[in-house]
């Protein structure tokens, strides 16, 4: 019955058999968290340097109402350009798939297919949140509450400061969603190492954050863990550079009345104009840092099984 919604890739799917080190990555950051020709440019270069670390990548996303576990080359190229896939979080999921059409997944979307198809490690480079004004607006990404039920573990820069990154911190502790520093105390700001937040638990090798993740799932508590790994210092952004061109991103969503699931595609490109592109740079280069880091950490859960 589930092979009807899902099809997983026969590489990823063998490589699931052979208890290798698979690891999910997102759509949406192709189709709306980047601009063409970058964005498959860096999803390509993303599964390079997983395969590099012996890993094998799994892009997700839905095609023609179809959840795919491992876009082949053309479908993450069709992605990138198409301009009509649709964002697909978990309420979206039911629609894309019942009226054929395609989507591509957010954190929340990914996390259920990596699921469905037994694939506990998951590599993207920010993550949804609480927004700021969430008290008024009730904005809070749907990614929360999926790490909150979802047994995946993401392997991200942290969260934009566009979010209230205390709220959003709060909601994962209510949540009894675990959140890392990855060589760090503190949460990373995707931009910025430091966000002036401190995470639960420092974590300093892959085969740490295996062992964690391995006894959580084994007690059966329900849920992902956030790993928050830093970007390299070299490619950080000055912080008032960032934060000035966030607020004024911000205060542009505002006036428009930009809302709902459109605030943070908005948000991320004003962002990339108003840095005239020098933060699409940075968010290029953390995610390669974090498909490094979540295929190890892959490769050691896989030994534990
Ligand atoms: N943050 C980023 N880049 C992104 C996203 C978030 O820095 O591409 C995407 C992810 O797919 C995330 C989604 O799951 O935005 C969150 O959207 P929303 O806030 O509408 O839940
Ligand atoms: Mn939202």
Known sequence: MLEKYLEINPEVEKALRENRAVVALESTIIAHGMPYPKNVET??????????????????????GRMKVGLTREEIEHMAKSGDVMKVSRRDIPFAIAQKLDGATTVAGTMIGASLAGISVFVTGGIGGVHREAGETFDISADLQEFASTNVAVVCAGAKSILDIGLTLEYLETHGVPVIGYGTEEFPAFYTRK?????????????????????????????????????????????????????????????????????????????????????????????????RLGAKFALELSKLY
Not at 231 to 254: G, Q, V
């Open 43 to 64: 999803a390509l270069r993303v599964e390079e340097i997983i395969r590099e670390n012996q890993g094998v990548p799994a892009t997700i996303g839905i095609i023609n």
């Open 195 to 291: 966000s002036g937040f401190k995470v639960d638990y420092r974590v300093d090798t892959p085969e740490a954050l295996a062992s964690a993740a391995k006894v959580k799932w084994d007690l059966g508590l329900r849920g992902g863990m956030v790993i928050g790994n830093p970007i390299p210092t070299e490619y950080e952004m000055a912080y008032d550079t960032i934060n000035r061109a966030i607020e004024e991103a911000l205060d542009e969503a505002k006036e428009l009345g930009i809302k709902g699931k459109e605030t943070t595609p908005f948000l991320l490109s004003k962002i990339k104009a108003i840095t005239s592109g020098a933060s699409l740079e940075s968010n290029i280069q953390l995610v390669y840092n974090n498909a």
